[in-house]
């Protein structure tokens, strides 16, 4: 089993910059890609950016160029840093680890709020 915890979330106005992180623990060898989800109010649950065990990166069209995905392989960590918020991105973000057995995002954090007000 893999624990996900994230931290960083909360209120920011328009243009404004946030950082997400998320910590791993537990069967950390059983990950292979690490990211973020976000699902707004009444919309579904979305991929945000992610990033796998090479670096390679994968970011959703609407926050590219805006948030950079990083990870820290030694320390089990994968941050989002966030900048030019737009009241659009005003979700709940969710770290989110793949299985490296099944290939599925499988394990998930709590889910951190994040409000970009206008």
């Known amino acids: 089993q893999v624990q996900l915890v994230e931290s960083g979330g909360g209120l920011v106005q328009t243009g404004g910059s946030l950082r997400l992180s998320c910590a791993a623990s537990?069967?950390?060898?059983?990950?292979?890609?690490m990211g973020w989800y976000r699902q707004a109010p009444g919309k579904q649950r979305e991929l945000v950016a992610i990033?796998?065990?090479?670096?390679?990166?994968n970011y959703a069209d609407s926050v590219k160029g805006r948030f950079t995905v990083s990870r820290d392989n030694a320390k089990n960590t994968v941050s989002l840093q966030m900048n030019s918020l737009k009241p659009e991105d005003t979700a709940v973000y969710y770290c989110a680890a793949q299985s490296i057995y099944y290939m599925d995002y499988r394990y998930w954090g709590q889910g951190t709020q994040v409000t970009v007000s206008s």
């Open positions: 990033i796998d065990n090479g670096g390679t990166t």
């Open positions: 537990g069967s950390i060898n059983s990950i292979n890609a």
